[in-house]
Nanobody, 122 residues
Framework: QVQLVESGGGLVQAGGSLRLSCAAS????????MGWFRQAPEKTREFAAA????????WYADSVKGRFTISRDYAKNMVYLQMNSLKPEDTAVYYC???????????????WGQGTQVTVSS
């Protein structure tokens, strides 16, 4: 079992920045892929970014590439999502997820946090 707890969401103006944090606990190993997803009102959940715990792989959705940066602190079991140049369309609930396999993570993932709200005003 892996427990994930997100934090760092809030209200920000367009063009601003936020950093989301995900605290992982439980059965965390260097084999896991950690990801961030988001779900806007009345829209389906979408993949945003992912990173392998080992640092061997990083993936981004085209919609966030160049603006968002995912990173992890292996010693603290933390994963971060630095979000810059935020746009109103980035408004969503952001979820942290984990799975040993990247492709499985993208289609559903084994473990999920409760989510944190990000609202970008225009």
């Amino acid at each position: 079992q892996v427990q994930l707890v997100e934090s760092g969401g809030g209200l920000v103006q367009a063009g601003g920045s936020l950093r989301l944090s995900c605290a992982a606990s439980g059965r965390t190993t260097s084999r896991y892929v950690m990801g961030w997803f988001r779900q806007a009102p009345e829209k389906t959940r979408e993949f945003a970014a992912a990173i392998h715990w080992s640092g061997g792989g990083i993936w981004y959705a085209d919609s966030v590439k160049g603006r968002f940066t995912i990173s992890r602190d292996y010693a603290k079991n933390m994963v971060y999502l630095q979000m810059n140049s935020l746009k109103p369309e980035d408004t969503a609930v952001y979820y942290c997820a984990a799975d040993p396999n990247f492709e499985r993570l993208r289609i559903g993932g084994a473990y999920w946090g409760q989510g944190t709200q990000v609202t970008v005003s225009s």
